[in-house]
């Protein structure tokens, strides 16, 4: 019976016995989880800081910034403007970062009149061929205003002037400028007769697109500034041979008309000279026969007041003095004065003499 109340009695634990600790398996798990947290969490601190960093932008000096968040601009106008320097906005996609480059010069070409060919072509300068005529579905050309057909390209340089109205204003603002730059040189070509625009008046041609593509851009305002246009223009390849004639008939004319304007200066300059030549002779001569008219005229007058004094003396003396010149070479003189009474003298002459002796020999 003392057997079966032993089994009947509870199983008791002594009071200091220990607690058993998990198996080392359980524990590595536990300690690798914990690390593993941790690594986590670093991580995504640095994602995180990562994260806003790259926010962090710059802009040139030559560049204006906007930030658009979720699509619009932060701030208004000028203000949204960012000028150079370090800036931060939230990174893609809440922030978008656009910049614009304000002082850079920028390029647009207009092909829409130019035959076709391809970069590679120009940079060597390759020609592709001509053909027999012209392809619409490739060659570009330009229609005159005298109807003929011409090969025509520009270049446009610009800048930007307001970025928030180039920006903002139109879906593809450069889109634009080029759709002006492609009117203006069509409408341009139409207003122009061929020759001027080929030879005559390559500079006016040229100012006309010009002013006509500023006309465009001001109306749409685009926010742009153009600074400069180049034009070039060539005759279609297919009639180049003709054209060299017509452009060698020209310069046959104009040298033609330039020898006859030469020799018509010269014969100008020389009729001139002449002219005034014999007009300075004329003034000589006049300032000459009026100095010596004044003159005679004077001599009169002085001796106005002894003729009045004696005219008989002054009219016998007048005649001693002109007659002394008129009778040097005469052989005989015989001079008769008037009479004291008045009366007529008589004079008789004999003029038949005989002629001198022959003189001898001898003699």
């Known amino acids: 019976m003392s057997h079966d109340h032993e089994h009947d009695r509870p199983h008791e634990h002594p009071a200091s016995a220990p607690v058993m600790p998990d198996d080392t398996g359980s524990q590595a798990l536990s300690e690798a989880l914990r690390s593993s947290f941790a690594i986590v969490k670093i991580a995504m601190a640095l994602m995180v800081l990562a994260f806003f960093s790259s926010g962090f932008f710059t802009v040139g000096p030559s560049e204006k910034a906007m930030i658009l968040r979720f699509g619009r601009t932060v701030g208004v106008g000028q203000k949204a403007l960012l000028g150079a320097g370090w800036h931060w906005s939230f990174p893609y996609p809440i922030d978008e970062v656009v910049k614009i480059p304000i002082t850079e010069i920028q390029k647009i070409n207009s092909t829409v009149g130019w035959y076709f060919t391809t970069p590679e072509m120009e940079l060597s300068g390759a020609e592709p061929p001509a053909g027999m005529s012209l392809d619409p579905a490739s060659d570009g050309y330009a229609i005159t205003a005298d109807r003929n057909i011409i090969h025509t390209r520009a270049t446009l340089y610009y800048h930007i002037d307001d970025p928030v109205r180039f920006v903002f204003d139109f879906a593809a603002a450069s889109n634009t400028v080029q759709n002006a730059l492609n009117n203006s040189l069509l409408y341009t070509a139409a207003h122009f ?97 009026v100095e010596s008219i004044t003159a005679e005229s004077k001599r009169f007058s002085d001796l106005l007041p002894q003729y009045e004094i004696n005219p008989g003396l002054f009219a016998q003396q007048t005649l001693v003095q002109a007659m002394g010149p008129i009778l040097t070479n005469v052989q005989d003189k015989i001079f008769l004065p008037e009479r004291a009474d008045g009366k007529p003298r008589e004079l008789r002459l004999m003029l038949n003499r005989e002629p001198p002796q022959p003189k001898s020999a001898a003699q």
């Open 193 to 289: 007769n061929v020759d001027d625009i080929l030879t005559r008046d390559v500079a006016g041609f040229r100012d006309a697109v010009l002013q006509r593509v500023s006309d465009l851009t001001e109306q749409e305002q685009l926010g742009i500034v153009i600074d400069q246009c180049e034009v070039q223009s060539i005759p279609p390849r297919q009639l180049q041979t003709v054209f060299s004639q017509v452009t060698t008939a020209r310069e046959n004319r104009n040298k033609v008309l330039n020898d006859a304007h030469s020799y018509e200066n010269q014969v100008l300059s020389e009729s001139g000279a002449q002219a005034s030549s014999i007009t300075n002779a004329a003034a000589a001569d006049r300032a000459r026969y």
